[in-house]
């Protein structure tokens, strides 16, 4: 027998493992997609209950409460108030966490305000014994009429439990467990009256909040229960006040805590660790551990990956007849997913930090560290949450700034972030970075590749606080603002937790620049290898007869060959066209290409260049993307094309420039405007531009 | 003797006796700072803003201004 399988919502307060949850429900069953029209992650996966029954899960953003602040806890609301959203649950699932479970329980009696069957998870119930705390479950499962499951996820332990819940979940209650409308009984009762078949609290939360509501007409409401703003405030703080109240009565029952085991670790540890000190120095330690694993550490595989894919191309040319086709895959296919591939290992090093950074705990920290100074530029303390995730991907990054509650910081940290260093510029300077700076060490240990990408990050970092500090002057925005950083207990971050995040993105980030890459390599291949004019085909006789009175080798031969016909192809003609606004940055028409390509996303530049150079030179044997770089001449000088002065040109152009259509459509999602990214557009390419041709022409 | 929270010294515990419904952000009052509940202040930041602060079992950290308006008594 098979049915339809139980519709589960899992609600929570940030921070108290509703992820963990969640993963322990679905494992490795599970699909990451956005709510259509918005940019909010929706987590969805499915659990096996038994042999016949299955639950379609689904991880509703982290919240405090149903009184929404962002768009990530609208949709909790909206979903929560449709009963025809095909996800409307059968059951909600409300996670708390043992130790904070008095300012959990206030979104628990909200959900059951809106007399959805219930259940309530108390998480991390292995640290009951070392708190002090007992739980007299019986009692609590009465007042709050609820079922409970007490589970550790970290333990593994409960979860059978919380499946046989939800399987039951038709027995739970759906009365709720008090009767917030006494803040105000005249109101309400008025209210009752005029929507009898309403629900009371969903009326309510329709009232107070920006939310879309499809059964009601939201004006009709509104107009004959209108109250001012500072009226509904007061009414919000009353429930509040009226519910925590209620939770209070219910854990002096039902909650018994030993306080003199309930020593407060986590304010010892923060004691050290948001030092005026010690904080700075641990902070920045930890930074420069990260970059030199990055640089340092991740070359092994990457030199693996690098070679593998050489060893791919001649195979494929040796092995397969040649033709048109075969060329085509040696030369565009599998160079430019070479380009890309190399970058796995870095990446995924870059996300996994992030992503450790965030689970233990420890980025809250970080915030309150920085707030004082981050303003001084008018930027937030939580800006440092886009400003470091900014260097996985400026994307993420961008969307996280919505927690920042002052809208100008919030859009001065939307407009600098694309300055930090993203994952995708990392193959641009790693492959630079190796091609003009030596391979040394200083004091014996510290890479002087590696110091030299720590100082890209820097100058990105740099860069945004520096355009932070001129948009704040300039800038006339005044926005009252308040700022609440909640400070997490720390938490070893489990593996699963990190494995999945660093799995889930890192696929994202492979399949999203493999697809543009991948087109990109297959239009770059055939407008290098074909070409309209009779010069193009008649190459071998042209070059033959330049040669005429000169004796030259076969191999000289086709390299000129194919040097000539390259200039005379399609994109020789439109690298030629270019090149006078490139050339005094210090740019041939090839790397020309290869940066206008870079304006779909950065990361293209290494495959482009990798494409443009496989199919320039003929060679069988096996060379690598940066052996062809670094082998590269200038026809004319017969100097080194990489050479410092453009390499550090490029440096600085790919650091500044914006060149990323994703990011400027995010912009223009989160700021709703074509003002900003436009702005963007134009300060930071052109920034880059004079940086890069300043850089030039002073060390050539 | 009533103060301002701001004013606590690291590692004293108070008890929190009104708060400015006006100024002081519906999240704060739900994470449960609410007349009668305890509050600790337990780090300054560098600068001296902003401060974190115990409330009723929530770890949290608000700005100077913020903390001007909860008034507390040491106990």
């Known amino acids: ?700 | 003797m009533e103060i301002c929270s701001s004013e606590l010294k690291i590692g004293e515990v108070a008890t929190i006796t009104s708060v400015n419904l006006d100024e002081i952000p519906l999240k704060l009052l739900e994470m449960g700072c609410l007349p009668g509940n305890s509050i600790t202040l337990i780090q300054i930041a560098p600068l001296g803003d902003p401060l974190y602060f115990n409330v009723n079992d929530s770890h949290v950290a608000i700005r100077i201004e913020t903390a001007r308006e909860i008034t507390v008594t040491k106990i």
């Open chain 1, 1 to 700: 027998m098979s049915s339809n399988p139980i519709k589960v919502a899992l609600i929570g307060n940030p921070n108290v493992g509703k992820t963990s949850v969640f993963n322990q429900l679905t494992g490795l069953n599970q699909q990451v997609g956005n709510y259509p029209g918005i940019t909010v992650e929706k987590k969805q996966g499915v659990c096996k209950l038994n042999e016949n029954t299955r639950a379609r899960i689904i991880d509703l953003p982290g919240t405090y409460s149903l009184n929404a602040s962002s768009i990530d806890e609208n949709v909790v609301i909206e979903l929560l108030l449709n009963k025809n959203d095909e996800d409307f649950p059968d059951v909600a699932v409300v996670v708390t966490e043992v130790e904070n479970l008095k300012r959990n329980l206030l979104l628990f009696t909200q959900i059951k305000d809106l007399e959805i069957p219930t259940i309530l998870v108390i998480n991390m119930a292995d640290r009951m014994a070392l708190k002090g705390i007992e739980l007299d479950i019986p009692v609590l499962e009465k007042e709050l009429k609820t079922k409970i499951a007490l589970i550790s996820s970290r333990k593994k332990t409960g979860i059978n439990q919380l499946k046989e819940l939800i399987l039951n979940y038709t027995e739970l209650s759906t009365e709720p467990c008090l009767h917030a409308s006494s803040i105000d009984p005249d109101y309400f009762n008025n209210l009752r009256r005029a929507f009898p078949n309403q629900l009371l609290y969903k009326l309510w939360l329709v009232i107070t909040q920006d939310v879309n509501f499809l059964n009601l007409e939201r004006n009709e409401i509104k107009s004959s229960f209108t109250k001012s703003h500072a009226d509904l405030k007061r009414l919000q703080q009353k429930e509040t006040i009226k519910r925590y109240q209620f939770i209070n009565d219910t854990l002096k029952i039902g909650q018994k805590i030993d306080v003199s085991k309930a020593t407060d670790i986590r304010a010892k540890i923060d004691r050290i660790l948001t030092h005026k000190i010690y904080g700075y120095v641990i902070f920045f330690g930890i930074l420069m551990l990260i970059f030199q694993f990055l640089f340092d550490w991740s070359s092994i595989p990457m030199d693996f990956i690098d070679e593998t894919f050489a060893n791919f191309s001649s195979l494929a040319k040796q092995h397969l007849p040649a033709g048109e086709f075969t060329n085509l895959i040696s030369e565009g296919l599998i160079p430019g997913i070479g380009g890309i591939v190399i970058f796995i290992p870095q990446i995924a090093f870059l996300f996994l930090f992030i992503s450790v950074l965030e689970e233990s705990g420890y980025m809250s920290r970080v915030v309150f560290l920085m707030d004082k100074i981050m303003r001084k530029f008018g930027l937030s303390g939580k800006s440092i949450v886009p400003l470091i995730s900014g260097t996985a991907c400026a994307i993420p990054a961008i969307m996280s700034a919505r927690n920042i509650e002052n809208w100008k910081e919030r859009l001065i940290t939307i407009l600098v972030t694309p300055f930090t260093t993203c994952s995708a510029r990392l193959p641009v300077y790693a492959i630079l970075i190796s091609l003009i700076i030596p391979e040394k060490r200083i004091f014996g240990f510290l890479s002087l590749q590696g110091l030299t990408l720590m100082a890209l990050y820097l100058l990105g970092f740099g860069m945004a606080v520096f355009s932070a500090f001129l948009l704040n002057k300039y800038l006339k925005l005044s926005c009252k603002s308040y700022f609440v950083v909640e400070m997490p207990s720390y938490k070893i971050p489990m593996f699963k937790n990190v494995g999945i995040n660093v799995l889930e993105k890192t696929k994202a980030f492979v399949t999203g620049a493999g697809k543009i890459i991948l087109a990109l390599s297959v239009i770059l291949w055939y407008l290098g290898s074909h070409g309209l004019s009779d010069d193009f085909n008649n190459a071998e006789a042209i070059i033959t007869q330049q040669n005429q009175n000169k004796t030259i080798t076969t191999e000289a031969f086709e390299d000129q060959v194919n040097s000539f016909k390259l200039e005379n192809s399609y994109i020789g003609y439109m690298g030629k066209a270019i090149e006078p606004a490139i050339r005094p940055l210090g740019y041939d028409w090839k790397i020309g290409i290869a940066v206008v390509s870079s304006f779909a996303a950065r990361e293209v530049f290494v495959g482009t260049l990798a494409t443009i150079y496989s199919v320039g030179s003929h060679s069988e044997e096996e060379t690598t993307i940066k052996n062809k770089m670094a082998a590269e001449v200038h026809p004319e000088t017969g100097e080194k094309i990489f050479n410092f002065a453009t390499g550090i040109s490029l440096l600085l152009f790919y650091a500044f420039a914006m060149q990323c259509i994703s990011t400027l459509a995010i912009v223009k999602k989160e700021t709703n405007s074509w003002k900003w990214p436009i702005i963007q557009l134009v300060f930071m390419s052109g920034f880059a531009y004079i940086t890069a041709l300043i850089a030039y022409q002073v060390l050539k």
